[in-house]
C-alpha cells in the first residue's frame, strides 16, 4: 500500500503486517544496532527548539566545546568496550548566537564549529579507530564536504516539512529549505546519509508522508539516504513543551509502517528503544535497525531514557523472530561500495572494522588501530611487533579467546537461514544461494547451523576426531611470485622484504624427512615458493630425495601452482607430469594456491597466480593419475561470503566428478604480517563467527561428496578450535613440526602438537581421538573408505 489516501485512512494494525513483510523480504531477520559513543562536542546551538534538553544556555556548562582531551577520554572509553562509531553530535553554529563559543574556538585557533569537529574526529579516528558520525545539523555544502574527510557517514534530522509549528519559532535551521538542501547536498556529495522525521511535535499524518515523500525523491536522485529514523516526541521538564502530551503510541507505529512502505526497500529503517517502553512493537511496526546504542554514555537527547543493555536487546530482538547484528556507522549498502561512497582517506579505516558482510565485525572487545614493525631477529619466518594498543579482539591468529558461540542457545529464528537449514534437513542439496544464506546466520541461526552441520559431520564419520603426524618442509622462501597476502616469501619480487631469503638442499630435505620418520611421522608436507631458478625437474629430484630417504612416508606436496609451473617449465602436460611426480614416489596434493576460486578476488589477492580453472585443471588431472587432493579456502582477508560459496560449488562439481578430494581444509587469514594488511587493502581476517561458519557450512555442502572437514590450529587456537569441532569438523590436521608460513603471516599459536595437546583439546568433547594416514586410513594400514578408489596409487 503506497497511496497516500489509503495510507492516511489506515490504521497502524492495517499497515504494520506488511511493513513487517517489506522488511522481512528485503532484510531477512536481521535486526542492526550501532555499538557507539556518543561525544557531545558543544551543547551550545544558535536553534532553540520547544522540545530540546540538548542545548544549553553558556552559563550552565562548564565550557563552550569539549576539550580535546575530553573528547579523546570518552572515546578511548568506547574503543576499549567495543564500540565501533563516534557519534559527534552538537548544537547548529553556537558561535553565531554566543560569543563565548566564537571566542573559545578562536583561542584555540579554529574558525567554526565544524572546523573544530573536523579535527576531532581526525583525533578519534586515527588515535582509536572508532568511525566518526557527524551529526552537524543543516550545514552548508562546504562543510559536508570538509566533514566527508573524516566521517564515513553523516546526518541530520529532517523532522518535519512544516515551517509554522510553533517548537521551531527560534530555531532558523529548521526551516524546510535549510534541511531540503543540506539533503540534496549530501547526495550531491555522495555522503551516505542519515535523516529522519519527527513525530507528535505539531505536525500530522499528511505532513510526515510528505516528509518522507521529500526524502525518498532525494534519495532516487543520488542513492544516498542510508537510513531514516522515525523518532517519536516526548516532553521533557524545562522545555517549552513540557506540558505537551507525548507522541501517540498508534501515531508512531503507524509512521514506521508508513515509512516502510513508502522509503525504498534498502533505506535502512531505525527507531530508538530507549524511547518506548514496548520496544518489541517497533520490529513489528518494520524497523530492521536500533541505531546508536551505547555501553558507555547516555542519550545525550534524551538524557531521561537510558539505553537498554545490550543483553536486552537480544532478547527481545531474538524473541520476535529475529537476530541482532553490530554494523558500522556506514550501512553495508554504501560501505561495500567504498569508491562512490567513501573518501579515500577512510577506506581502509572502514575495511579495518567490518566483516565480510559490510557490518561491524561481531567479536567482543576493543579493536585498536594496528601498527606493526619488522622484527629485528628473523629467519625462515617473519615476526611482527605490534606496537601500540593490543586489540583484545579474537582474531585468527592472536591469541585471545574467542566468544562462545557453541553450544548455544538454539532458538528457531524463522527467516531464510532456517528455510535452508529445514531443505537441507530433507534431504536437498545447498546451492550457491542457500550457502550465501548460511553464512549471513547471527546469532541463534549460527547454532542451528552449527547443531546441522554437528548432526552430517556425525552421519559421515561418526565421533571420532583424527590428526595426522607430519612435518612441513617449506624448502624455500624465494619466490617470483607477488600475492599479496603472502608473508612468507622472500623473492626479489616479493611485497614483503622482511627475513632472510633460504633455499635448502636436497641433503637438508632428505634429512628432515628422515628425521621426521624417525620421530614417527607417518606424512612430509612439502611446499615452498617459486624459485627463479627451479625448473620442473626440481619437484621430481625433491620427491625423489625423500622417497629415498624416508621410504614409508606419505609425500604430500606442491601446489597446483608449483605442479602447474614446473609442468610448464617443462613443456609437458598435467597428466604426464603429475605421473611421472607420481612414479618418483609423490602421494597426494595440497590445496593451497587456491586461496580463493574466485577469479576476481584472485586479482586482488594474487593476480599473477594461476586461475581458477588452472587450479581445478591440476587437480582433476592428480585424480586422473590417481593422487588424491584436497580442498583449502584461505577466507577473511578482501572477499565476500559470495566468493566463499563460488569456491565451495566449484570444488564440489569437480569433487562429483572425480571423487578424489579426501577433506575440505578451512584456512582462516592472518592479517598481522600479510603484506596486503600492512598496506591498508584487507580486512583483520575473518570473524569467529565467520570462522565457525565457514567450516560448519563446508560440512553442509559437501555432504555425500567429501567427508572429512579440517581446521587449522595454528591459525585459531585449541578453544577455536573445540567450538568448530563441535561445528561440523571431525579433523585436526597435522602436528606441523616447523610450521613456517602460519607464522609468516603473523599467527602466535605455536608451531608444533603433540599427541598430548591434541588429547587436551579433545577430551572435554568426549569424543575420541585418533591418529589418521594421510589418506584418512588408519595408521595401522587399513584402507579409507572416501578415497579408496586412488588408495592403490597413493600409498602410506
Ligand atoms: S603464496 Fe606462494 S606463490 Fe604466492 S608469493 Fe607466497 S610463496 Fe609465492
Given at each position: 500500500?503506497?497511496?497516500?489516501?489509503?495510507?492516511?485512512?489506515?490504521?497502524?494494525?492495517?499497515?504494520?503486517?506488511?511493513?513487517?513483510?517489506?522488511?522481512?523480504?528485503?532484510?531477512?531477520?536481521?535486526?542492526?544496532?550501532?555499538?557507539?559513543?556518543?561525544?557531545?562536542?558543544?551543547?551550545?546551538?544558535?536553534?532553540?527548539?520547544?522540545?530540546?534538553?540538548?542545548?544549553?544556555?553558556?552559563?550552565?556548562?562548564?565550557?563552550?566545546?569539549?576539550?580535546?582531551?575530553?573528547?579523546?577520554?570518552?572515546?578511548?572509553?568506547?574503543?576499549?568496550?567495543?564500540?565501533?562509531?563516534?557519534?559527534?553530535?552538537?548544537?547548529?553554529?553556537?558561535?553565531?548566537?554566543?560569543?563565548?563559543?566564537?571566542?573559545?574556538?578562536?583561542?584555540?585557533?579554529?574558525?567554526?564549529?565544524?572546523?573544530?569537529?573536523?579535527?576531532?574526529?581526525?583525533?578519534?579516528?586515527?588515535?582509536?579507530?572508532?568511525?566518526?558520525?557527524?551529526?552537524?545539523?543543516?550545514i552548508s555544502r562546504d562543510e559536508l564536504a570538509l566533514l566527508r574527510s573524516v566521517s564515513p557517514s553523516q546526518g541530520m534530522m529532517v523532522e518535519t516539512l512544516r515551517d509554522d509549528l510553533p517548537c521551531h519559532r527560534g530555531a532558523p535551521d529548521k526551516t524546510p529549505e535549510r534541511r531540503l538542501a543540506t539533503l540534496e547536498w549530501a547526495g550531491e556529495l555522495s555522503i551516505p546519509f542519515t535523516t529522519g522525521v519527527l513525530i507528535g511535535i505539531g505536525e500530522n499524518r499528511t505532513d510526515r508522508l510528505a516528509a518522507l515523500r521529500a526524502i525518498t525523491e532525494s534519495h532516487l536522485r543520488h542513492g544516498h539516504i542510508q537510513e531514516v529514523i522515525v523518532q517519536n516526541f516526548l516532553p521533557k521538564p524545562g522545555t517549552a513543551m513540557r506540558d505537551e502530551p507525548p507522541c501517540d503510541t498508534n501515531e508512531f507505529l503507524w509512521t514506521i509502517a508508513a515509512a516502510r512502505l513508502i522509503l525504498p526497500n534498502e533505506i535502512h529503517l531505525q527507531a530508538p528503544p530507549n524511547l518506548s517502553d514496548d520496544f518489541a512493537s517497533l520490529i513489528a511496526a518494520g524497523i530492521d535497525d536500533w541505531g546508536g546504542v551505547s555501553p558507555v554514555t547516555a542519550d545525550h537527547v534524551n538524557p531521561e531514557r537510558p539505553w537498554p543493555a545490550l543483553d536486552r536487546l537480544r532478547q527481545v530482538t531474538e524473541a520476535a523472530g529475529h537476530t541482532l547484528a553490530p554494523r558500522l556507522t556506514v550501512h553495508p549498502e554504501h560501505a561495500l561500495n567504498p569508491g562512490r561512497w567513501i573518501d579515500p582517506g577512510l577506506h581502509f579505516a572502514v575495511l579495518d572494522r567490518s566483516d565480510a558482510e559490510g557490518l561491524g565485525r561481531d567479536d567482543p572487545g576493543a579493536i585498536w588501530p594496528?601498527?606493526?614493525?619488522?622484527?629485528?631477529?628473523?629467519?625462515?619466518?617473519?615476526?611482527?611487533?605490534?606496537?601500540?594498543?593490543?586489540?583484545?579482539?579474537?582474531?585468527?591468529?592472536?591469541?585471545?579467546?574467542?566468544?562462545?558461540?557453541?553450544?548455544?542457545?538454539?532458538?528457531?529464528?524463522?527467516?531464510?537461514?532456517?528455510?535452508?537449514?529445514?531443505?537441507?534437513r530433507a534431504g536437498e542439496a545447498a546451492d550457491h544461494d542457500d550457502l550465501v544464506t548460511l553464512f549471513?546466520?547471527?546469532?541463534?541461526?549460527?547454532?542451528?547451523?552449527?547443531?546441522?552441520?554437528?548432526?552430517?559431520?556425525?552421519?559421515?564419520?561418526?565421533?571420532?576426531?583424527?590428526?595426522?603426524?607430519?612435518?612441513?618442509?617449506?624448502?624455500?622462501?624465494?619466490?617470483?611470485?607477488?600475492?599479496?597476502?603472502?608473508?612468507?616469501?622472500?623473492?626479489?619480487?616479493?611485497?614483503?622484504?622482511?627475513?632472510?631469503?633460504?633455499?635448502?638442499?636436497?641433503?637438508?630435505?632428505?634429512?628432515?624427512?628422515?628425521?621426521?620418520?624417525?620421530?614417527?611421522?607417518?606424512?612430509?608436507?612439502?611446499?615452498?615458493?617459486?624459485?627463479?631458478?627451479?625448473?620442473?625437474?626440481?619437484?621430481?629430484?625433491?620427491?625423489?630425495?625423500?622417497?629415498?630417504?624416508?621410504?614409508?612416508?606419505?609425500?604430500?606436496?606442491?601446489?597446483?601452482?608449483?605442479?602447474?609451473?614446473?609442468?610448464?617449465?617443462?613443456?609437458?602436460?598435467?597428466?604426464?607430469?603429475?605421473?611421472?611426480?607420481?612414479?618418483?614416489?609423490?602421494?597426494?596434493?595440497?590445496?593451497?594456491?587456491?586461496?580463493?576460486?574466485?577469479?576476481?578476488?584472485?586479482?586482488?589477492?594474487?593476480?599473477?597466480?594461476?586461475?581458477?580453472?588452472?587450479?581445478?585443471?591440476?587437480?582433476?588431472a592428480?585424480?586422473?593419475?590417481?593422487?588424491?587432493?584436497?580442498?583449502?579456502?584461505?577466507?577473511?582477508?578482501?572477499?565476500?561470503?559470495?566468493?566463499?560459496?563460488?569456491?565451495?560449488?566449484?570444488?564440489?562439481?569437480?569433487?562429483?566428478?572425480?571423487?578424489?578430494?579426501?577433506?575440505?581444509?578451512?584456512?582462516?587469514?592472518?592479517?598481522?604480517?600479510s603484506p596486503i594488511y600492512l598496506q591498508r587493502r584487507s580486512r583483520r581476517g575473518p570473524t569467529f563467527r565467520e570462522t565457525l561458519l565457514v567450516h560448519a557450512v563446508a560440512r553442509i555442502a559437501y555432504r555425500g561428496v567429501i567427508d572429512n572437514i579440517q581446521l587449522s590450529w595454528v591459525k585459531i587456537g585449541a578453544s577455536a578450535a573445540r567450538q568448530l569441532l563441535r561445528a561440523g569438523c571431525n579433523d585436526l590436521g597435522g602436528t606441523l613440526m616447523d610450521e613456517n608460513i602460519s607464522r609468516a603471516a603473523g599467527a602466535s599459536h605455536g608451531q608444533a602438537m603433540d599427541l598430548s595437546a591434541f588429547s587436551d583439546l579433545v577430551a572435554p568433547l568426549g569424543r575420541r581421538l585418533t591418529q589418521r594416514t594421510t589418506s584418512y586410513g588408519r595408521v595401522d594400514g587399513s584402507t579409507p573408505k572416501s578415497v579408496s578408489g586412488l588408495e592403490s596409487v597413493a600409498t602410506a
Open positions: 500500500m503506497t497511496d497516500d489516501r489509503l495510507l492516511l485512512e489506515a490504521s497502524a494494525t492495517d499497515l504494520m503486517s506488511e511493513a513487517a513483510e517489506r522488511r522481512d523480504h528485503t532484510f531477512g531477520t536481521r535486526i542492526t544496532y550501532s555499538p557507539k559513543v556518543f561525544i557531545p562536542l558543544t551543547m551550545l546551538c544558535r536553534d532553540s527548539c520547544g522540545y530540546c534538553t540538548f542545548a544549553q544556555p553558556p552559563a550552565r556548562l562548564a565550557s563552550p566545546y569539549l576539550t580535546p582531551e575530553q573528547v579523546l577520554a570518552i572515546a578511548r572509553h568506547g574503543a576499549r568496550t567495543g564500540c565501533h562509531e563516534a557519534l559527534f553530535t552538537l548544537g547548529e553554529a553556537p558561535e553565531e548566537r554566543y560569543s563565548v563559543a566564537g571566542d573559545w574556538l578562536k583561542l584555540n585557533g579554529y574558525d567554526s564549529t565544524t572546523h573544530y569537529l573536523h579535527e576531532m574526529a581526525r583525533l578519534v579516528l586515527d588515535e582509536t579507530g572508532l568511525l566518526p558520525h557527524a551529526n552537524a545539523g543543516a594496528e601498527r606493526a614493525t619488522a622484527a629485528d631477529v628473523v629467519h625462515d619466518g617473519a615476526e611482527v611487533v605490534l606496537i601500540g594498543h593490543r586489540s583484545t579482539a579474537w582474531y585468527s591468529g592472536a591469541t585471545e579467546e574467542p566468544a562462545t558461540l557453541i553450544p548455544g542457545v538454539g532458538t528457531r529464528a524463522d527467516g531464510p537461514v532456517q528455510r535452508v537449514i529445514d531443505r537441507v549471513s546466520a547471527r546469532g541463534p541461526e549460527v547454532v542451528a547451523v552449527a547443531e546441522l552441520a554437528d548432526q552430517l559431520r556425525y552421519e559421515a564419520v561418526g565421533d571420532t576426531v583424527t590428526w595426522v603426524h607430519n612435518r612441513n618442509i617449506n624448502y624455500t622462501n624465494v619466490c617470483t611470485f607477488k600475492c599479496r597476502f603472502c608473508g612468507f616469501s622472500k623473492g626479489p619480487m616479493s611485497l614483503n622484504l622482511r627475513g632472510t631469503p633460504y633455499l635448502l638442499t636436497l641433503d637438508d630435505i632428505a634429512e628432515r624427512a628422515r628425521e621426521a620418520e624417525a620421530l614417527g611421522a607417518t606424512e612430509v608436507t612439502l611446499q615452498g615458493g617459486i624459485h627463479p631458478d627451479f625448473d620442473g625437474d626440481y619437484y621430481i629430484d625433491v620427491t625423489r630425495a625423500v622417497r629415498e630417504a624416508a621410504p614409508s612416508l606419505h609425500i604430500h606436496g606442491f601446489t597446483a601452482l608449483e605442479v602447474t609451473e614446473g609442468a610448464r617449465r617443462l613443456g609437458e602436460d598435467l597428466v604426464t607430469y603429475l605421473g611421472r611426480l607420481r612414479d618418483a614416489g609423490l602421494s597426494s596434493l595440497p590445496g593451497t594456491a587456491a586461496e580463493i576460486l574466485d577469479d576476481p578476488i584472485r586479482e586482488i589477492l594474487c593476480p599473477d597466480k594461476i586461475t581458477t580453472d588452472q587450479w581445478l585443471d591440476c587437480h582433476a592428480a585424480h586422473e593419475v590417481g593422487l588424491h587432493s584436497n580442498i583449502t579456502m584461505m577466507f577473511g582477508a578482501v572477499e565476500h561470503p559470495d566468493s566463499w560459496a563460488r569456491h565451495i560449488v566449484r570444488t564440489r562439481d569437480l569433487a562429483r566428478v572425480t571423487g578424489g578430494f579426501t577433506e575440505f581444509v578451512g584456512l582462516p587469514f592472518v592479517h598481522m604480517a
